[in-house]
C-alpha cells in the first residue's frame, strides 16, 4: 500500500506507530527487509506455496505494506511475529496479497484483530478491499465472510497444489 496522502479511518494513532492489539502482547507495525527471513518462515508454516525472503523484500521494494503483529519480547530480545499481511493500494483500491499467522498463534482472534487494525488504518478514500483464496481454504473463507467480505466470482484453475493439479481462485471484496 502507498503511503496514504489522507487520514486514516481511525485517529486514534497514526499509521507509523506500533500501538494498537495491546490485548495479548500483540503489537502491529510494518516489516521491513530486516523481518523478511521471519516472514519467509512463516510463510513456510502457513502456505503451501510460500513467497521466499527475497520475494517478501521485492513486495516491500515495489511500495507494497508488510503489517505484521508482534509478540512481545522473550528471553533473547527477539519480537516473534506472530501474524502478517501484505497489502498494495492502487487508486482508491487496495489488495490484500498475503495473509499468514504462525500455527501457535491460530484460533485465537488474530488473524482477524490483524485485519480489523489494518482496514482502521486505512485512508478514509479506499472504497474496496480485495483478495483472492484457495477455493479449499476454508478456514480463510470462514474469516473473511466473518468480516463483511462477499464472493464476486471465480478464476478456473488459478492456484498449482503440492500434487500438482490445480484449483479455483475465489475472488472475495470488502465495499467501505
Ligand atoms: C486463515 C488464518 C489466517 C486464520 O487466522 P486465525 O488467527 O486462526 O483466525 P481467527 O482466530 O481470527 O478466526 C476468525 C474467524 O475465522 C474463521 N476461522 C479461522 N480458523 C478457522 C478454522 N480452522 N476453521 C473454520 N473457521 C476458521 C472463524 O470464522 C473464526 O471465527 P470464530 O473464532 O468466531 O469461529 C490462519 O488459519 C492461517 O494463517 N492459515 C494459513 C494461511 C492462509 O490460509 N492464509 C490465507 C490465504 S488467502
Same mark, same amino acid.
Given at each position: ?7 486514516? #479511518?481511525?485517529? +486514534? +494513532?497514526?499509521?507509523?506507530? +506500533? ?13 521491513? =527487509?530486516?523481518? &523478511?527471513?521471519?516472514? @519467509?518462515?512463516?510463510? #513456510? ?8 525472503? %527475497? ?5 516491500? @521494494?515495489?511500495?507494497? +505494506? &508488510? ?9 533473547? /530480545? /527477539?519480537?516473534?511475529?506472530?501474524? &502478517? &499481511? ?9 489488495? *490484500? ?13 488474530? /488473524? /482477524? ?6 482496514? %482502521?488504518?486505512?485512508?478514509?478514500? *479506499? @472504497?474496496? *478491499?480485495?483478495?483472492?483464496?484457495? @477455493?479449499? =481454504? #476454508? ?15 471465480? #478464476? ?21
Amino acid at each position: 500500500m502507498n503511503p496514504p496522502s489522507s487520514k486514516p #479511518r481511525s485517529s +486514534t +494513532t497514526s499509521p507509523e506507530t +506500533t500501538s494498537l492489539a495491546p490485548d495479548e502482547g500483540l503489537c502491529l507495525g510494518k516489516a521491513n =527487509n530486516s523481518d &523478511c527471513d521471519a516472514l @519467509a518462515a512463516l510463510a #513456510r508454516s502457513a502456505h503451501s506455496h510460500p513467497w521466499s525472503a %527475497s520475494q517478501y523484500r521485492d513486495s516491500l @521494494a515495489s511500495g507494497h +505494506t &508488510c503489517w505484521v503483529l508482534r509478540a512481545a519480547d522473550d528471553e533473547v /530480545g /527477539g519480537r516473534e511475529i506472530a501474524a &502478517c &499481511c501484505v497489502v498494495s493500494r492502487l487508486f482508491d483500491e487496495v489488495e *490484500i496479497l498475503d495473509v499468514a499467522v504462525a500455527p501457535q498463534w491460530r484460533r485465537q482472534g488474530v /488473524g /482477524g484483530r490483524l485485519l480489523e487494525d489494518i482496514f %482502521s488504518q486505512l485512508p478514509e478514500d *479506499i @472504497a474496496r *478491499i480485495l483478495l483472492e483464496v484457495r @477455493a479449499s =481454504n #476454508r478456514p480463510a473463507r470462514a474469516l473473511y465472510r466473518k468480516l463483511g467480505f462477499s464472493e464476486d466470482g471465480r #478464476r478456473k484453475n488459478y492456484y498449482p497444489k503440492p500434487d500438482g493439479s490445480r484449483e479455483d481462485a475465489l475472488l472475495m471484496s470488502l465495499v467501505l
